[in-house]
């Protein structure tokens, strides 16, 4: 009898990945994956752009915490439809959780999908979601070293986001240094450079967004 | 014939970090496991309390990292002994990586021994090395909710170290509300607020370090 050679099979998280992708696409929704730090600003960039973009483009997040609903009621009070996933422990989220999670939302109400992954410079990296673009934040007082020692995020992500730069003139942070390593990680990556909290820089970020939008639905 | 029924088996890092720990205990040495989010100002402690203490206290580090030796170098500058432990993607230290940092040094020649832990505010609360004290640093541009979105590490650890207060003035960091969560959670832990960048506030940190080698040795 001759054996079955199983080739190429995808690791379950993986498969569940691409099956969460294709339902995005179907819905012409533009996922992306925000991974940082703990402290970052990952949910502030994703406040400061909701308020930008509202009026023309429909939003929803998913929030990714090990506990508590912190991050998911700032963004409620937004007016945005968001999902609170708690990890209970967990260091990153995964493509069931983020499967769980699309079944809550009305897919057909939303241009944009911010999933907020757990505050993990690490294990996030390693799990696919479904997501079209992974972005990395990487906040100013975390230092410039951080692609050498991390260098998993750095290499994964489609989008570096530094935020924090009102920081920059009290700070030791050589931006072009950073910005060096993270080139040589990661050639064809782009690099954000702008305050959640100020505002400072955020338009690139924006046109960013929305010709990724307008590439989807064309 | 009878069964025999194994009960209270401890799980293989925990039982060999209790075997790490009679070694350091063996040697009278305190060891300290530093946990905390990349970039809160781990290294910098280091460095900060070796260059108060170590005319009066022989000090050795196990630095961990993914990857790179960035962190040993800079300790190494300082003349003292250190062993880089580089995980290759692993998000924490465990038992079995100290045990062979602890092979590669003089334990008759150190009193007090910091394990750097990878940078990271989720997995490594779940590991014991062998530590006689897990100290977890935030430093205030993180922000002061982490208590309720990364409980495990402030419920495992005895102290707690408030890093980078020379940047409280410029950030919406409250103090005492930071302090009223970790009480909370670890009613019992040491609470140290300080820069290591300045060197404000380092004082009572110093003090406990001597006031628990001391009860090491009585």
């Given at each position: 009898m001759?054996?079955?050679v199983l080739?190429?099979?995808?690791d379950a998280n993986t498969q569940m990945a691409q099956k969460n992708q294709r339902l995005l696409d179907n819905h012409r929704i533009l996922a992306l994956n925000i991974m940082a730090s703990p402290g970052a600003g990952k949910t502030s960039l994703i406040l400061k752009t909701i308020a930008r973009l509202k009026d023309k483009t429909r939003i929803a997040v998913i929030e990714?915490?090990?506990a508590s609903t912190i991050d998911a009621d700032r963004i409620?009070?937004?007016?945005?439809?968001?999902?609170q996933i708690n990890t209970g422990g967990g260091c990153h989220l995964d493509a069931n959780m983020v499967e769980n999670a699309l079944?809550?939302?009305?897919?057909?109400?939303i241009d944009l999908l911010f999933i907020e992954n757990v505050g993990n410079l690490v294990c996030p990296a390693a799990f696919r979601l479904g997501e079209h673009k992974?972005?990395?934040?990487l906040s100013v007082?975390?230092?410039d070293d951080k692609p050498i020692?991390?260098?998993m995020m750095f290499t994964e992500s489609e989008a570096v986001v530094i935020n924090k730069i009102d920081l920059m003139p009290l700070l030791d942070f050589d931006l072009d240094a950073f910005k060096r390593k993270v080139i040589g990680l990661n050639p064809d990556v782009e690099i954000f450079q702008l305050s959640a909290k100020t505002g400072q820089g955020l338009d690139p970020w924006l046109s960013w967004l929305e010709a990724e939008l307008k590439s989807l639905r064309a």
């Open positions: 001759k054996v079955k080739q190429n099979i995808l990714g915490d090990i409620s009070d937004q007016g945005v439809a968001v999902v079944n809550n939302l009305k897919l057909n109400e992974r972005v990395v934040l007082p975390e230092g020692k991390y260098p």
